[in-house]
């Protein structure tokens, strides 16, 4: 809170930067804390705003209290949901987005894995032409030293 020269006090949350009309009459409020001297305008401008953050809450409660049962081992919210839910979907929804991309993520590095290690036990075995110089390397192998 700034004074200004008259020595009148101005907000500067609620009724941001205003100074109070002469002859106003201002209320001293408490504010997080702080003492805040407002209009009547002002104190009802910060009610509303307070009202309208209410609402907010009250209007999310419901959907907080579903995911808090679908998902009680949660205790943070990635960035990813915090992003989608500032796209407007729902906490329920976007936490379910972000737990099935990381499921196909998981899968797609599954797949792959198995790939690879077929792959790999394809080149361990050797092709078939390799087989049939081994085997006849043996053929002559055990027939020197028998």
């Known amino acids: 809170m700034t004074r200004n020269q008259t020595g009148t006090e ?25 003492q805040r001297e407002l209009t009547i305008d002002e104190l009802v401008e910060f009610a509303q705003q307070c009202a309208s953050r ?15 049962r679908q ?6 919210i990635p960035p990813e949901v915090e992003s989608r839910i500032r796209e407007g979907r729902s906490l329920l929804d976007a936490y379910r987005e972000y737990e099935n991309s990381k499921l196909r993520d998981e899968l797609s590095a599954i797949k792959a894995n198995e790939r690879n290690r077929a ?13 049939a110089e081994l085997d006849e390397l043996m053929q002559v192998f ?3 030293f028998k």
């Open 71 to 76: 998902y009680p081992e949660v205790t943070e």
């Open 54 to 68: 209410l609402d907010m809450v009250n209007g999310d409660l419901p959907d907080l209290q579903a995911f808090i």
């Open 119 to 131: 792959q790999s036990m394809d080149s361990v075995r050797g092709d078939a032409r390799g087989d």
């Open 10 to 34: 101005q907000t500067q949350e609620a009724g941001k930067d205003k100074k109070p009309k002469s002859g106003q009459k201002t209320y001293l409020i408490e504010i997080g804390g702080e």
């Open 142 to 144: 055990e027939a020197v």
